[in-house]
């Protein structure tokens, strides 16, 4: 049973703080890691792929994986209101399904 | 414009009565799929295809059905709903083969009562 955990939250960060999102996965298998940002009420949004260790950065966000320690953490730099979702981590070995975690709730105090 | 429509978007309808979650991309990928969503369990995959003809099981498959009869199509039947099919359903596509749901339908909210 592959499992993907992480921290429902909720987070609280301070607007302009870092927010630091973790996730660790079960599946040694697993090659390619994702993570949505979603909205209440809203579908989810790709907002990161990393597919091999280390950081991988865009705009204000930066993805980094630990495959040895089988964790995915998201950092967003800067954080803003409009950051304030629930950000879901997801992973796959390849030409498989796509495992989700239950999401972690972010709120971005003004 | 690039985007997955789902049909209907809200559906109340009674045990037993079958029903079908329509789901239709206009971006040519090859890659569907279809989630549930519940409170404290989550997005969690019922069913994926790779391509045309093309149909695996998710970790939820159980009381679902699926056909990929064409490219631009993928939908979501329910021969014979129960209460606990009561969900939030998603349908997602992407393009090659890599499972990375790029693109996500609005939500179709289903009460089976």
């Known amino acids: 049973q592959k499992e993907v955990e992480q921290n429902s939250g909720p987070l609280s960060v301070p607007e302009g703080a870092i927010a630091s999102l973790n996730c660790t996965y079960s599946d040694r298998g697993s090659q390619s890691f994702f993570w949505y940002r979603q909205y209440s009420g809203k579908s989810p949004e790709l907002i990161m792929s990393i597919y091999s260790n280390g950081d991988k950065e865009d705009g204000r966000f930066t993805a980094q994986l630990n495959k040895a320690s089988q964790y995915v953490s998201l950092l967003i730099r800067d954080s803003q209101p409009s950051d304030s979702a629930t950000y879901l981590c997801a992973v796959t070995r390849g030409a498989d399904g796509l495992t989700f975690g239950k999401g972690t709730h972010l709120i971005i105090q003004p | 414009e690039a985007q997955v429509t789902q049909n209907p978007r809200y559906l109340i309808t009674v045990t037993g009565k079958k029903l079908t979650v329509t789901c239709s991309q206009n971006m040519n990928h090859e890659y569907m799929s279809w989630y549930r969503q519940d409170p404290g369990l989550g997005l969690r995959q019922i069913y994926y295809?790779?391509?045309?003809?093309?149909?695996d099981k998710g970790d939820v498959p159980e009381g679902y059905k699926v056909s990929r009869k064409e490219k631009r199509n993928f939908p979501l039947i329910l021969e014979s709903p129960s209460p606990n099919q009561t969900s939030l359903y998603f349908c997602?596509?992407?393009?090659?083969?890599?499972?990375?749901?790029?693109?996500f339908g609005d939500g179709t909210r289903l009460s089976i009562l």
């Open positions: 997602a596509s992407s393009s090659g083969r890599t499972v990375r749901p790029q693109h």
């Open positions: 295809s790779m391509n045309v003809e093309v149909t």
